[in-house]
């Protein structure tokens, strides 16, 4: 019978910490900002409160590890399904909805969560400043795969911040209707003027 090799202490605080974050992030997503305290947290990951406070040893030094890795996984998340997308005519509304797809999902209402609380706490606010531009600048590469065919114009941010505010804009709506059912019916009609935008400045920039 072949033994299975012994983690080296490195691998196992490092699975441990992985563990915390995936907890929190959990935590997060199920009940909100609130939830998200040491010891639900640690009790989530199946760790002892003290090898928690080994990693984090402040409920803002969790929170802020915790916003990071969502982002990361968000933006991991989009990445991949690029992949997917069609060639062609229909790419720009592909790359729309799948743009939405990832604002109106559970990952991203954790961090309309997070914003919220923000508003009142000067040190929640400032990591999240730092992650959101983050994300903007991670998000306009992204866009870049996703609208190959108005990637070298001039107005390609602006389009860019026009899609994601009207995303975002919408994503709000699941937090008082959760189910998204409000989401897609907007979206629907919102997608469509969304992709004239980019329609048209595609083709004035090969006029």
């Known amino acids: 019978m072949t033994s299975v090799p012994r983690r080296s ?3 196992r605080s490092a699975a441990t910490r992985e563990a915390l974050l995936d907890a929190a992030i959990e935590c997060l997503i199920d009940e909100g900002y609130a939830s998200v305290t040491t010891s639900a947290v640690a009790v989530r990951a199946g760790v002892s409160r003290g090898a928690h406070l080994h990693h984090f040893q402040t409920r803002n ?3 802020a590890a915790a916003v990071e890795a ?5 933006l991991g998340e989009l ?3 690029t992949a997917g997308l069609p060639e062609g005519p229909d ?3 592909a790359g729309l909805d799948l743009l939405w797809a990832h604002y109106a999902s559970p990952l991203y209402q954790g961090a309309l969560d997070l914003w919220t609380d923000a508003r009142s706490d000067d040190e929640l606010r400032a990591i999240l400043l730092e992650v959101e531009r983050f994300l903007d600048r991670e998000t306009l590469e992204v866009a870049h795969v996703l609208f190959p065919e108005v990637a070298g114009t001039d107005e390609f941010e602006e389009l860019i911040q026009f899609a994601v505010a ?6 709000t709506l699941d937090l008082l209707h959760p189910g998204g059912e409000r989401n897609r ?6 997608r469509l003027r969304v ?3 980019f329609s048209s400045t595609a083709s004035s920039s090969t006029a």
């Open 9 to 11: 202490q490195a691998e």
């Open 61 to 63: 030094a969790l929170v």
């Open 70 to 74: 969502l982002a990361q996984r968000w």
């Open 79 to 81: 990445r991949e399904a």
């Open 91 to 93: 790419r720009t509304l």
């Open 166 to 171: 009207t995303v975002r804009g919408l994503a």
């Open 185 to 190: 019916q907007q979206w629907a009609h919102c």
């Open 195 to 197: 992709a004239a935008q």
